[in-house]
């Protein structure tokens, strides 16, 4: 895992709520080893999924593949035919870090909103420590 990686790991789905808006489902997920907890929004046209599927979340600094820092150009300035991190995905958001709790024992909470659709993560404090910054990326490939 690069610098950009701040955080990568397979979770498997364990749950789909769809009850509350037409398009979006808040998904709920644990890692293999069952140490990180994941609930997180999804637009379900965009990223339809199905209870017991295995999803590979990367959250990263930058979408260059080299590692090195946006300067200021977003995610919609990458140019027709320059690489990136987000055509090896197939979902991918930038959102803004904005909560941090400290959780049981050695665990912390980290909460994201990407525009609105939310992605709340617990977990060893070790493990989640590299996301105390201001933005990220969430990539997420079945």
């Known amino acids: 895992m690069g610098d950009s990686h701040l955080f990568a790991d397979t ?6 709520n769809s009850q509350k808006y037409v398009r979006v489902a808040r998904l709920s997920s644990h890692t293999e080893n069952g140490d990180t907890l ?3 929004d999804v637009n379900t046209e965009l990223f339809p999924c199905a ?12 979408l260059s593949l080299d590692g090195s820092k946006d300067d ?3 995610w919609r300035d990458v140019g027709r035919g320059e690489s ?22 050695e ?3 980290v909460f994201v909103s990407f525009g609105g659709l939310l992605l709340y993560m617990e977990g060893p404090y070790k ?10 990326y969430l990539l997420i490939k079945k």
């Open 11 to 16: 979770f498997t789905l364990t749950s789909i």
């Open 38 to 40: 994941l609930t997180l």
């Open 51 to 62: 209870v017991g599927e295995r999803l590979h979340v990367l959250l990263a600094s930058t």
């Open 72 to 74: 200021g150009k977003g």
């Open 84 to 105: 990136s991190l987000a055509d090896e995905y197939d979902y991918v958001c930038h959102g803004k870090i904005y909560r941090f709790e400290e959780g049981d024992d």
């Open 107 to 109: 665990n912390i909470k």
């Open 127 to 136: 493990k989640l420590t590299p996301l105390r910054i201001d933005y990220v």
